[in-house]
């Protein structure tokens, strides 16, 4: 398939029908760049299924507030649009993530946890945002899965005899790969320049030119949580870390194996709130 093919396939996403209803209109309010707080924050208190899972996310163990916000406004509040647009994303695209491909939804909110958790010990000043990047940093695969499930799940198939990475299956059968797919689709959402690049770059970290620091850990957090087993993103493998992105994250061992010990932990949390949704 060639790419003008593919991304003109992929741009009728909004009318896929598998992905849940109140998408669309989140979209709306999403891809607008000038949309308030205040319009945000009604837009998500007007769906009780949307607040409830807002709510449940950023209480959860990837953000770090467990059980200390109340309401969506404080949410907005604490975590931001960015991160609040972002999260909405998320959240409504789950159960997309679950259908199209099993793991993944445990694989990305694993990532968002190791993702904060790495932002924290490097002491960024929003640790929050990473955890968003690396919540949506496989959202090439869900479009993928979703639009093309006949021959995402044969190049799954061809790629588990084959021993490799689903990325190479993906860039032979397409052309591209699911970073690239995501990070092109987050750009026509109008999501931040810094997030697109972070989707975009998550396997490439030193092409990144915007967000280089958070690219690295959305980057790390995936080998990290890949290495540990937690869902499924694909294939068994643990991709190599890049060289320059391990430079710039600047960590010590001792840095690593404390990051480890936290995600164990928190890991474990998550566990409870995965069997909630
Ligand atoms: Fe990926
Ligand atoms: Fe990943």
Redesign the pocket.
Known sequence: MDYKTLLREIENIESLPTLPGILNKLLKVIENPRVSLKEIGSFISSDPVLTTRILRAVNSPIYGFPGRIATINQSLVLLGLNVVRGLLLGVSVFEAMKKAMAGLWEHSVGCATAARLIAQKIGLKEPEEVAVAALL??IGKVILGLKFPQEYRQIRQIVEKEQRFVLEGERDYFGVT??EIGGWVAQRWHFPPGLVEIIDC??QPHLARQAPLMTAIVHLS?ILVRARGFGY?GDPFVPALNPQAWELLNLSDQDLRGILNELEDSLEMVVDFLVLE
Do not use: F, R, T
Request: charged share 25%; aromatic share 0%.
């Open positions: 940093h496989d699911h970073a998550h396997h995936d993103a």
